[in-house]
């Protein structure tokens, strides 16, 4: 595993993946990274600048598909499990498990927004050897 970014004093240790997928703090941060990643991808296909918010919907549907659920609680709502991908998507960046442009790689290479964010998601997931 590379080092994580020094520079933020804020950045919690964890015990396991769940601490990850469950804290509420990370989930707000990684929401604006999510969704600053979605609308340089769609400022990328659309040939203009777009500002865009990525569906809970989506990133729940998505963090189903890449396997990560069963590294959380039962009875979660989507919304909690569209906070889980926002925090495990965050923590990757802060960890250096993957960096912006290759989010933006990997959500670009697909027309659905549920399969592109499956794809990030399980990258990010096959890199933290950590837990």
């Known amino acids: 595993m590379r080092e994580p970014k020094k520079v933020f004093s804020f950045m919690k240790t964890y015990r396991n993946l769940t601490g990850v997928l469950t804290d509420h703090e990370l ?12 609308s340089l991808v769609l400022s990328i296909k659309r040939g203009e600048a777009v500002g865009a918010k990525v569906k809970g919907n989506i990133l729940a549907e998505a963090l189903k598909k890449s396997g ?6 039962s009875r ?3 919304h ?10 965050v923590y990757a960046w802060l960890h250096n ?3 912006l442009e290759e989010s933006i790689a990997i959500l670009e290479k697909s027309s659905d ?8 998601l399980t ?4 890199r933290i050897k950590s837990f």
């Open 27 to 38: 989930a707000s941060l990684g929401d604006s990274y999510l969704n600053f990643a979605y």
């Open 113 to 120: 927004p549920v399969e592109g964010f499956n794809e990030l």
């Open 123 to 126: 990258t990010i997931k096959n």
């Open 97 to 99: 498990h993957i960096t």
């Open 68 to 73: 990560l659920r069963r590294y959380l609680p």
């Open 80 to 89: 909690m499990l569209a906070d889980a991908a926002e925090a495990i998507a």
């Open 76 to 78: 979660m709502s989507r």
